[in-house]
């Protein structure tokens, strides 16, 4: 099985701040990897699918890259209400793994 | 617009099954480019995908919980259901149901969630 490994598990940073979280598959899962935002007591809500492409209504200030096997994921600019934690997820050969989450707080 | 609600008993015995169904309100079920999911989260903890099913029936699980869970789904009431047998403490969690895109599409992502149901397994 393919495992998913997110870093940090946490950070701390300032309104304005350029905010970076890394995922990293265990093998090569090409595109296939979606980030989710998920605040305290909700559901999780789709920020970005297949690495890179941000799903309708999602601000421009959330983006992801990479392919392979190394992903990440940046908020350009944090604002308050992006306080959350944050998921990698992939999909390979029917089966959907989620990474541990970073949590993201204000400084 | 599409909305999901999960449904079903919030206390559940060990060693009993855990039943629970997704009611898929503002569009069809039936659509060919979507699966319907489940997803878990134990109390503090991160998400874990159960399985996914089409509106034909077609299922796959995740195979850690493949032995103790069926999915099924009703078109004719706009549901899908879950069932995991042999609960134990370990299966407490809030258990979310979600839309998937199917594979043949270019989305296969998690876009559309419920708001999710707590589940405790407890005597």
């Known amino acids: 099985d393919i495992q998913m490994t997110q870093s940090p598990s946490s950070l701390s940073a300032s309104v304005g701040d350029r905010v970076t979280i890394t995922c990293q598959a265990s093998?090569?899962?090409?595109?296939?990897l979606n980030w989710y935002q998920q605040k305290p007591g909700k559901a999780p809500k789709l920020l970005i699918y297949?690495?890179?492409n941000l799903e309708t209504g999602v601000p421009s200030r959330f983006s992801g890259s990479g392919s392979g096997t190394d992903f990440t994921f940046t908020i350009s600019s944090l604002q308050p209400e992006d306080i959350a934690t944050y998921y990698c997820q992939q999909y390979d050969n029917l089966r959907f793994t989620f990474g541990p989450g970073t949590k993201v707080d204000i400084k | 617009q599409l909305q999901l609600q999960e449904s079903g008993p919030g206390l559940v015995k060990p060693s009993e099954t855990l039943s629970l169904t997704c009611t898929v309100s503002g569009g069809s079920i039936s659509s060919s480019s979507y699966y319907w999911g489940w997803i878990r989260q134990p109390p503090g903890k991160g998400l874990e995908w159960i399985g996914s099913i089409y509106y034909s029936g077609s299922t796959y699980y995740n195979p850690s919980l493949k032995s103790r869970v069926t999915i099924s789904v009703d078109t004719s009431k706009n549901q899908f259901s879950l069932k995991l047998s042999s609960v134990t403490a370990a299966d407490t969690a809030v258990y979310y149901c979600?839309?998937?895109?199917?594979?043949?599409?270019?989305?296969?992502?998690?876009?559309?969630w419920g708001q999710g149901t707590m589940v405790t397994v407890s005597s």
């Open positions: 093998q090569d899962i090409s595109n296939y």
């Open positions: 979600a839309r998937q895109g199917a594979t043949t599409t270019p989305r296969v992502a998690f876009d559309i």
């Open positions: 297949d690495a890179s």
